[in-house]
């Protein structure tokens, strides 16, 4: 067994043992709150400090969001029931536009288990720029 195979769970350590689309050498990421209770996480490589991007937990916008995961991307997280499946989907800002958008068919899923983790691809009818409109002061 490898220290890639080994779970990180007492510090938190998140692993994608095949990297993540655009950053496939990054292997070892840490969530982290960006403000305290606002819904949105820091997810930053702990390789490459200058790597993050913004999450979100998607059901907090979009409540009635169902990701279902195909048997291949739960065999390869060694998902055995649902309830094991953590859940996350990267975020991408507009600040001209005050628009947040959530990408639905590319979530993070991870084995709260095993803390390891995958961005799996869903069907096309899930967006890829989920609106989140911004209150507007």
């Known amino acids: 067994m490898t220290d890639t195979d080994v779970p990180d769970t007492a510090n938190g350590v998140l692993r994608f043992p095949a990297g993540i689309p655009g950053f496939p050498d990054e292997r070892?990421?840490?969530?982290?709150?960006?403000?305290?209770?606002?819904?949105?996480?820091?997810?930053?490589?702990?390789?490459?400090?200058?790597?993050?991007?913004?999450?979100?937990?998607?059901?907090?916008?979009?409540?009635?969001?169902?990701?279902?995961?195909?048997?291949?991307?739960?065999?390869?997280?060694?998902?055995?029931?649902?309830?094991?499946?953590?859940?996350?989907?990267?975020?991408?800002?507009?600040?001209?536009?005050?628009?947040?958008?959530?990408n639905l068919r590319g979530p993070f899923v991870v084995n709260a288990r095993t803390n390891h983790g995958r961005q799996v691809v869903l069907g096309d009818d899930l967006p890829l720029r989920a609106i989140i409109e911004l209150e507007r002061s």
């Open 28 to 102: 070892r990421f840490k969530l982290h709150e960006l403000v305290e209770d606002s819904g949105f996480q820091l997810l930053t490589s702990l390789d490459d400090d200058s790597v993050s991007m913004v999450v979100t937990v998607p059901w907090l916008f979009f409540p009635d969001y169902a990701p279902v995961l195909d048997d291949s991307d739960q065999q390869e997280l060694g998902l055995e029931r649902a309830e094991e499946a953590v859940v996350f989907c990267p975020v991408s800002i507009d600040a001209e536009a005050r628009r947040l958008y959530v």
